[in-house]
Nanobody, 117 residues
Framework: QVELVVSGGGFVRAGAPLRLSCAAS????????MGWSRQAPGKERVLVARIRSGGAAEYADVVKGRFTISGDTGKSTVSLQMTSLQVEDTSVYYCHVYTWKYSREYWGRGTQVTVSS
């Protein structure tokens, strides 16, 4: 059973950077996309950033220019570099990996990111 292990969450002040990392417990074959989503209290989970196996990345408008996603399909890892964090970025962040080979998406456990003013 594949697990996605997330690390890097925490408590930071507004304006500070933070990096989230996600690694699969075993190699995932046929990765199509890797991404990060977040869910704030009382709100729906939303996509923050996603990167395709070819390297193309997309971002939610609210994080463009501040967040950078990177991934390594060979190592089944994905990271999210967050800069200029805002209080509004406070959420639980989840990584996810979609594999076309099994038409399946794996999700990691969330990690809390709290940004204080």
């Amino acid at each position: 059973q594949v697990e996605l292990v997330v690390s890097g969450g925490g408590f930071v002040r507004a304006g500070a950077p933070l990096r989230l990392s996600c690694a699969a417990s075993q190699a995932i074959v046929g990765i199509h996309t890797m991404g990060w989503s977040r869910q704030a209290p009382g709100k729906e989970r939303v996509l923050v950033a996603r990167i395709r196996s070819g390297g193309a990345a997309e971002y939610a408008d609210v994080v463009k220019g501040r967040f950078t996603i990177s991934g390594d399909t060979g190592k089944s890892t994905v990271s999210l570099q967050m800069t200029s964090l805002q209080v509004e970025d406070t959420s639980v962040y989840y990584c996810h990996v979609y594999t076309w080979k099994y038409s399946r998406e794996y999700w990691g456990r969330g990690t809390q990111v709290t940004v204080s003013s």
